[in-house]
């Protein structure tokens, strides 16, 4: 069961290396390399054997005539000269690029979203700190004029049974106020 693993494993990286290289789809590697392994080819099973037993240090995927046969029947060339491995590299390149490019807007839209939310907060809490302003500035002119008012004026109550009662009162309070005051007498009575 071991050797079975083995032999698959390095089977799917010979494979993927053979991609790497030539322009081979996954759909020919699978009917040209993973069916006929599966379906129990001699040819496979001896090749697979064979670079197992030489476990050589450098293996090249073209070494092993069942991969060149692939290489054949799919009628692919690998990139020759200098042109086509930079013309690999600038796909690269403009690969890590993009994906560069990807991050840094990403990266920005989450920074948007971040000073959205603190400008939001710093809204609602300039909001909330004037609301509380007000109302205490309202409090507390409310309680200067309910002391003003307690201290400056008397509410008095006419009642025609009592006569007189009312003249009495208002007397009284104008002589308090005129004390309070440090005023001797009073210049306008309404």
């Given amino acids: ?10 089977l799917v990286n010979l494979a ?6 030539f322009p081979i789809s996954e759909k020919d590697v699978e009917t040209h390399i ?23 240090e450098k293996l090249v995927v073209t070494d092993i005539k069942m991969f060149r046969n692939v290489v054949d029947i799919c009628n692919c060339k690998a990139p020759v000269g200098p042109t086509a491995a930079s013309e690999l590299l600038l796909t690269r390149l403009d690969e890590d690029k ?16 971040v000073y959205l939310s ?3 907060n710093f809204h609602t809490a300039a909001h909330h700190a004037k609301l509380d302003w007000n109302k205490k500035r309202r409090e507390e002119a409310h309680q200067w004029s309910q002391q003003w008012m307690s201290q400056r004026c008397r509410v008095f ?8 009662c009312l003249n009495r009162c208002i007397a009284e309070n104008m002589n308090a106020l005129l004390r309070c005051n440090g005023l001797e007498k009073p210049t306008v009575v309404l």
């Fill in 98 to 113: 993009w994906s560069l490019l990807s991050k840094q807007l990403e990266y920005d839209v989450q920074c948007f979203r």
């Fill in 118 to 120: 603190k400008m939001q």
């Fill in 16 to 21: 993927t290396q053979l991609m790497e290289q």
């Fill in 34 to 56: 993973y069916e006929p392994w599966l379906n129990g080819s001699h040819g496979w099973d001896l090749e697979m054997h064979e670079v197992q037993t030489e476990k050589r």
């Fill in 1 to 10: 069961m071991e050797a079975v693993a083995e032999t698959a494993c390095l």
């Fill in 157 to 164: 109550a006419y009642d025609s049974a009592e006569s007189g």
